[in-house]
């Protein structure tokens, strides 16, 4: 998926969300330095961890969203600056010549591998970049069923005001956000419109801006499997960032795993693609 479009309003958008970040700081502190964020945008997550002693890589695809990130970076203390490494990079191919403490793929990112050979490259990728006791963590959310069934039963995609999805961009205007959603079954992902409109002070429409997003949700077994065929153990399944347990559909789930043994797994995975 390409952010491009997303970049300049991305931070605007997403400023007074920090849910995850101390989340992710408490894996990070106690993490064999570097470590590894894959997708990480505009640095959102990587550079409050940074400020916060912990020595960074972070890897995306997109370059405007990594300009964004550059252009944060250059503004924060020479300590932290020091601590950060930036690089353009897919992660389902991404070779740094580097061993990372912990790898993480945050708010979503590994739902914008749509196909099952990308899905199984990323996480081949991050077993050859990942410590022997390092740890793996993919946040993805298991979709909620009932709304599955009822946008099956509509006949075309609604347009509806995204509630709290509203916000101020960077000149303080007021950004009025609507999207349409279109799921999938048979692919497993969701397509989104997203229509931002900023509004003037006498209620005009300053700018209009459109962008597309598509996410492939999976359901729990399915990420076991896919983590276990690619050499991993599952240690912990979350169903938040405050440590909630995960306990059924329509929930966060964020997968705390490990490398398993090389002959503990080999055996497995010639039985899948068997």
Same mark, same amino acid.
């Given at each position: 998926?390409?952010?491009?479009? &997303?970049?300049?309003?991305?931070d605007? #958008?997403?400023?007074? &969300? +920090?849910?995850d970040?101390?989340?992710y700081?408490? !894996?990070?502190?106690?993490?064999?330095?570097?470590?590894?964020?894959?997708g990480?945008?505009t640095?959102?997550?990587?550079?409050?961890?940074?400020?916060?002693?912990?020595?960074? !890589?972070?890897l +995306?695809n997109? =370059?405007a969203?990594? #300009?964004?990130?550059?252009?944060k970076?250059s503004?924060?203390?020479?300590?932290?600056?020091?601590?950060?490494?930036?690089?353009?990079? +897919?992660?389902?191919?991404?070779?740094?010549? %580097?061993? *990372?403490?912990?790898?993480?793929?945050?708010?979503?990112?590994?739902?914008?591998l749509?196909?099952?050979?990308q $899905?199984?490259?990323?996480l081949?990728?991050?077993?050859r970049?990942?410590?022997?006791?390092?740890?793996l963590?993919i946040?993805v959310? +298991?979709?909620?069923?009932v709304?599955l069934v009822?946008?099956? @039963?509509?006949?075309?995609?609604v347009?509806?005001? @995204?509630p709290?999805?509203?916000y101020?961009d #960077? $000149?303080? %205007? $007021?950004?009025l956000?609507c999207s349409?959603?279109r799921?999938d079954?048979e692919?497993?992902?969701?397509? #989104?419109?997203?229509?931002?409109?900023?509004?003037?002070?006498g209620g @005009?429409i300053?700018?209009?801006?459109?962008?597309?997003l =598509? $996410?492939?949700?999976?359901?729990? !077994?399915?990420?076991?499997h896919?983590?276990?065929?690619?050499? *991993?153990?599952?240690?912990?399944?979350?169903?938040?960032?405050?440590?909630?347990? &995960?306990s059924?559909?329509?929930?966060e789930?964020?997968?705390?795993? %490990?490398?398993?043994p090389r002959?503990?797994?080999?055996?497995?995975?010639?039985?899948?693609?068997s």
């Open positions: 998926m390409d952010y491009s479009d &997303y970049a300049a309003i991305y605007a #958008e997403y400023a007074g &969300y +920090d849910d970040v101390a989340f700081l408490s !894996w990070a502190q106690k993490a064999h330095p570097p470590v590894l964020e894959l990480c945008g640095g959102r997550i990587l550079l409050p961890l940074a400020d916060h002693g912990v020595e960074m !890589w972070g +995306d997109c =370059s969203m990594l #300009e964004r990130a550059r252009a970076l503004s924060r203390p020479l300590e932290t600056r020091r601590r950060v490494t930036l690089v353009e990079q +897919d992660m389902t191919s991404f070779r740094l010549n %580097r061993k *990372f403490g912990l790898i993480y793929l945050p708010f979503r990112e590994f739902m914008h749509t196909r099952v050979d $899905q199984l490259a990323c081949h990728a991050i077993r970049h990942l410590c022997r006791d390092g740890r963590l946040n959310y +298991d979709v909620d069923l709304t009822h946008s099956r @039963q509509a006949a075309d995609p347009l509806y005001r @995204q709290g999805g509203d101020l #960077e $000149q303080g %205007r $007021q950004v956000l349409a959603s799921y079954p692919q497993q992902c969701l397509f #989104e419109e997203r229509f931002y409109e900023t509004i003037g002070p @005009q300053l700018e209009r801006r459109f962008v597309r =598509s $996410q492939r949700w999976f359901f729990r !077994w399915e990420m076991v896919l983590l276990s065929r690619s050499g *991993f153990k599952v240690e912990q399944l979350l169903g938040g960032y405050f440590g909630e347990r &995960y059924g559909l329509g929930q789930m964020i997968f705390v795993a %490990r490398l398993r002959r503990s797994w080999s055996s497995v995975g010639s039985m899948v693609r």
